[in-house]
């Protein structure tokens, strides 16, 4: 968490929050990401690395989620967007 | 057709065998969904050869090109998003670059994508091969707002980079004219690439000082540390063996205290990117809604897009029905029935057990798959469109939540969508799946999938038995299929795999205009692919059949495929089968739709016409409607067999599969005959 917070100086003391818990049309910073070996480079070389902004484009019910981030949009089930851990943009 | 492309293929071997020794091996890597394909296609033609790579279930697409007076060897790699050991695309991918040492690596890099792009080429940037960036979909990029100077780029990168719009043909000269002069040596080549974050820097330059003397040739030594240092299996692996236990004790110590170098890694490449997008891209993206948004509100929606999947599922039916099914017809009638009839002329004075073998065997059987063409074509046609465009991502997002239902994910959704025109590229297409045990139970379910062969047998059969209500059936058959597919399914994954589950990640691509190009080549190569596999072994399992139903006697009624008939028609007997129903059910294993050529030989009408009034007035409705089921469920076809084998890799898993299908289908079997009568038939 060091490393993470070297990262972002400037963020708010806002609580850090799973992807999911994100409606559509928020925005967050990326803080951590928990998750198995395979999954996190796979979600690394997409481009969830710390810092980066993610804005949801889409959020329903139970099912898979809709983010844009860095120029691309990735669909990403609902078990892996718990795993990412955002501060929400104000 | 075929012999065209045999010679072609064996031209392109005789080619590359003969200049393999001094012609310039080049490597095309890239993203998926960057154009790859489309670029391999313009390079090489049909003159490429398409295989596995070793020992895997991956494809290998090898070529040749002519440029300048030389010819170049062209392998396409596997679409890879970076170079660490997440999936088995990737480990090929760079073990090629690695290992063959190919004179020149192109990347393929999406303009419109260019950040998330740029990150495979911050990894092989760090890798002593020379590369080019070939910069394509410059259009789109520009459709979408970006701005992008390829000679800044360039600059900052220091390797050469050439602007491209591969689906217009635009920048290729130029793209070969630069991997002529980098192969040759004639321009500066400079590579600048990311350097690690300074807070893992030092322990970077630890590791790589540690395993200086124990590296295996030819891994780079700082690219080993540095995939160490992300945790990469496949390296750590190596340098476990390579390393003394001593040694190594003391490099995984320090791994483990690093063991969030990754995100470090990652971060630092990204950092790279931004420092060369910051370059290069002179007017960023403007925040206008672009037509992939759009579209994507209602493909994407969880109502609508399900909606708009079964709209299109629908209309592809309904294609492949209303033009592939009069085509088949008209070719079964006006170019096999006369080669059949020309054959038998021919052969008048020959034996007649010769004469039978060709046209009841070869020519009937072969013929049956000759047919089956037009289906074929319409049906990869308009799904490798839907793959093209970009819908196929959308298909397999809208399909997810269902597909959590048997423990798999949307991606698994993608060859099961294929499996409705023919299971045999359904079962090779769930390669896309990255876990073994989701391709697993993919493959598995694959098959209870109702392909057009299936359908065509029900096409034939529900209006003979029902008349006006035959639509309707094969709607209920239909869904029968599918929800014993998902029964199934769901107890495989509990019982079989207990529940365990991979992550769904997917890159959403762009929409984009198909490009008939590619789309061509993938039905060309699907085709193909379908003809020699189910070619030969059609060929074979049909010769097979017509020997045991001529053989001893030369009469069908006391042959051995009635005798083996009769000693499992009590099995049938539970489902209302007298030993004909029985044999044309056990004839489907060759290939689905030869229920119907057995069911008009057993029961003696010469035509289809006539057949169909003979079942309906011999086969009570509840008996054909057993057999309908049984049909759809049944073993999969011998083809579909072969290449659940070839993929899992498994006699265990394949024969699973076919016991699984065969107590699957009777018990339905059973369980509909006893419906029917009860509910009055």
Redesign the interface.
């Given at each position: 968490m060091q490393?993470e917070s070297?990262?972002l100086p400037d963020t708010l003391a806002s609580e850090a929050c799973p992807l999911s818990t994100l409606s559509a049309g928020e925005r967050g910073t990326l803080v951590a990401?928990t998750?198995?070996?395979?999954?996190?480079?796979?979600?690394?070389?997409?481009?969830f690395?710390?810092?980066?902004e993610i804005a949801v484009?889409?959020n329903?019910?139970?099912?898979?989620l809709?983010v844009a981030l860095?120029?691309?949009?990735?669909?990403?089930?609902r078990?892996?967007a718990r795993q990412v851990q955002v501060r929400r943009c104000v | 057709m075929m012999s065209h492309c045999a010679s072609d293929t064996q031209t392109a071997a005789a080619l590359s065998a003969a200049i393999a020794e001094h012609s310039p091996m080049v490597a095309l890597a890239g993203q998926p969904n960057v154009g790859k394909s489309t670029l391999f296609n313009i390079l090489t033609g049909l003159n490429q050869h398409v295989g596995n790579w070793p020992g895997k279930t991956i494809e290998r697409k090898e070529g040749v090109y002519a440029f300048g007076g030389a010819t170049c060897r062209l392998a396409d790699l596997p679409g890879t998003y970076s170079l660490t050991a997440n999936s088995m695309e990737e480990v090929i991918a760079r073990e090629f670059i690695i290992r063959e040492q190919p004179d020149v690596v192109v990347v393929v890099v999406d303009a419109a994508a260019l950040e998330r792009s740029l990150y495979l080429v911050a990894e092989l940037i760090a890798l002593p091969t020379r590369m080019i960036v070939a910069l394509n979909m410059m259009d789109v990029a520009e459709q979408e707002g970006y701005h992008i100077e390829p000679d800044a780029l360039q600059a900052a990168l220091g390797v050469p980079v050439v602007p491209l719009v591969a689906t217009k043909n635009v920048g290729v000269r130029e793209l070969l004219q630069a991997i002529h002069q980098v192969a040759r040596d004639e321009i500066p080549y400079a590579p600048k690439p990311p350097q690690i974050r300074d807070d893992h820097r030092a322990v970077l330059n630890q590791i790589t000082t540690r395993i200086a003397e124990w590296t295996p040739a030819p891994y780079p030594r700082a690219w080993v540390a540095l995939k160490l240092l992300e945790g990469d299996q496949e390296i750590t692996r190596m340098m476990q063996a390579a390393l003394p236990a001593d040694q190594w004790e003391v490099i995984y110590a320090i791994l483990r205290a690093h063991d969030d170098a990754l995100m470090a890694v990652a971060g630092g490449r990204y950092e790279w990117i931004g420092r060369m997008i910051r370059a290069a891209v002179t007017r960023p993206r403007a925040g206008q809604i672009g037509l992939t948004e759009r579209l994507d509100r209602w493909a994407a929606h969880p109502l609508w897009g399900i909606a708009l999947l079964a709209g299109i599922l629908g209309l592809i039916f309904w294609l492949t029905f209303a033009i592939g099914t009069p085509l088949q017809n008209w070719l079964n009638a006006s170019v096999i029935a006369v080669l059949a009839q020309a054959a038998s002329a021919g052969l008048a004075g020959a034996p007649a057990w010769l004469s039978s073998l060709v046209v009841n065997g070869l020519i009937g059987g072969v013929g049956s798959v000759l047919a089956f063409l037009p289906i074929m074509v319409i049906f990869f046609a308009t799904m490798g469109a839907l793959e093209d465009i970009g819908y196929m991502a959308r298909a397999a997002y809208v399909m997810d939540s269902f597909m959590h239902l048997m423990g798999l994910h949307g991606k698994s959704f993608l060859p099961l969508f294929l499996g409705f025109g023919c299971n045999v590229p359904a079962v090779m297409g769930a390669r896309v799946i990255e876990s073994r045990r989701a391709r697993l139970l993919t493959i598995l379910v694959t098959p209870l999938i109702p392909c057009t062969a299936r359908m065509a047998v029900v096409a034939f059969l529900a209006p003979a038995f029902f008349g006006g209500a035959a639509t309707l059936v094969s709607w209920g058959l239909v869904v029968l299929s599918l929800a014993t597919l998902v029964g199934v399914g769901v107890v495989t994954n509990r019982v079989v795999f207990q529940g365990q589950r991979s992550a769904f990640i997917m890159e959403m691509p762009l929409y984009h205009r198909p490009n008939w190009r590619t789309i061509g080549v993938l039905v060309w190569q699907r085709i193909m692919a379908f003809f020699k596999k189910a070619g030969t072994i059609i060929l074979a399992f049909t010769l097979g059949v017509w020997a045991l139903s001529t053989l001893p006697t030369g009469q069908l009624d006391s042959s051995w495929l009635a005798d083996l008939g009769r000693l499992i028609e009590p099995v049938g007997r539970l489902m209302g089968f007298d030993w004909r129903l029985t044999v044309a059910l056990l004839s489907s294993f060759p290939a689905k739709e030869n229920s119907i050529a057995t069911l008009g030989v057993l029961f003696g009408a010469g035509k289809e016409g006539g057949l169909a009034n003979v079942l309906a007035a011999t086969i009570p409705p509840s008996t054909a409607l057993a057999f309908l089921a049984v049909q759809l469920l049944f073993i999969p076809c011998m083809a579909t067999v072969a290449t659940i084998r070839q993929e899992t890799g498994s006699w265990r898993w394949t024969l699973f599969n076919m016991a699984m299908q065969l107590v699957v289908s009777l018990t339905a079997g059973v369980v509909v005959y006893h419906l029917a009568r009860l509910i009055g038939g």
């Open positions: 490393t070297a990262v990401l998750g198995g070996r395979g999954a996190l480079g796979k979600m690394a070389s997409l481009g690395t710390p810092g980066v484009v889409q329903v019910g139970r099912g898979p809709i860095r120029g691309i949009r990735v669909a990403m089930g078990l892996e | -």
